[in-house]
C-alpha cells in the first residue's frame, strides 16, 4: 500500500475514533466548558501528545505483544481505569462557584499551569487501555514488511494533527459565547456530569474483561 491510500484510510478510521464519545472527548469537554477555550486546547494538546506513546509502542511491535497478553492488557487496564477514576471523584468534588469567583478561577486556571493541563490530556489518552488493540487493528491494514520506516512516522505525526484538529474544534464549538453564557452558570454541574462519566468509564474498563 502506498502513502497516499495509507494517509487516506487511516484519516478516515482514525477522525471516526477521535470522534466518538470516550474520555477524552468528555476530558476536552469539561476543561472547556469549567475553564475556558484556552484549558481545553492545551487538554487537547495534551491528547494529541498521548498518541505519541502508543505510536512508539506500535513502531517496535510491542502493540502485538500488549493485545495477545492478559497480564500486559490488564496492567494497562488498571492504570487506566484507576485514573479515569481519579477524574471521575475530582469531577464528582466540584463546589458550586459564584460569578466573581468563576471569573477568578477560569484566570486562576489559565495562569496556574499550561503543563498542568496539558497532562491531564496526556494521561488520558496514554492510559487509554483500548488503544493497543486499536493501533494494532489499525497498522495492521496500512503496514507491511516492506512498508518503509518512514511511513510509520508520517502516518503518527498525521494521527497526532488529526486528533489536533478534531479537538481543537470541539473545543473552538463550546467555548462559542452563546454557549458558554447559558453554560457558566452550571460549571459546578458540567464538572458533576463529567466526572460521573469518567467514574463510571473507569468503572468499565476495570471490569471489562481482558480478552
Same mark, same amino acid.
Given at each position: 500500500m502506498d502513502l497516499?491510500?495509507?494517509?487516506?484510510?487511516?484519516?478516515s478510521v482514525h477522525l471516526l475514533a477521535a470522534a466518538s464519545p470516550g474520555p477524552d472527548f468528555?476530558?476536552?469537554?469539561?476543561?472547556?466548558?469549567?475553564?475556558?477555550?484556552?484549558?481545553?486546547l492545551l487538554c487537547s494538546i495534551g491528547i494529541a501528545l498521548g498518541l505519541s506513546v502508543h505510536i512508539l509502542y506500535s513502531a517496535f511491535g510491542l502493540a502485538a505483544?500488549? !493485545?495477545?497478553? /492478559?497480564?500486559?492488557?490488564?496492567?494497562?487496564?488498571?492504570?487506566?481505569?484507576?485514573?479515569?477514576i481519579y477524574l471521575g471523584i475530582s469531577g464528582l468534588r466540584a463546589r458550586t462557584r459564584d460569578s466573581d469567583s468563576q471569573t477568578l478561577t477560569a484566570s486562576g486556571v489559565a495562569d496556574q499551569s499550561?503543563?498542568?493541563t496539558i497532562g491531564l490530556g496526556f494521561l488520558c489518552n496514554a492510559l487509554?487501555?483500548?488503544a493497543p488493540i486499536y493501533f494494532i487493528s489499525l497498522f495492521t491494514v496500512v503496514l507491511s514488511q516492506n512498508t518503509p520506516a518512514q511511513y510509520?512516522?508520517?502516518?503518527?505525526?498525521?494521527?497526532?494533527?488529526?486528533?489536533? !484538529?478534531?479537538? /481543537?474544534?470541539l473545543t473552538m464549538l463550546l467555548s462559542r459565547p452563546?454557549?458558554?453564557?447559558?453554560?457558566?452558570?452550571m460549571g459546578h454541574w458540567i464538572d458533576r456530569v463529567a466526572g460521573g462519566a469518567m467514574l463510571l468509564l473507569g468503572i468499565k474498563?476495570?471490569?471489562s474483561r481482558t480478552n
Open positions: 497516499a491510500q495509507g494517509l487516506i484510510i487511516i484519516t468528555v476530558l476536552v469537554s469539561q476543561q472547556t466548558l469549567s475553564n475556558g477555550k484556552r484549558a481545553g505483544v500488549i !493485545a495477545n497478553s /492478559s497480564s500486559a492488557l490488564w496492567a494497562i487496564k488498571l492504570l487506566g481505569g484507576s485514573y479515569l499550561a503543563v498542568k487509554n487501555p483500548k510509520l512516522l508520517i502516518y503518527g505525526i498525521w494521527m497526532m494533527v488529526l486528533q489536533f !484538529a478534531w479537538f /481543537s474544534f452563546l454557549v458558554t453564557s447559558k453554560l457558566q452558570s474498563v476495570l471490569a
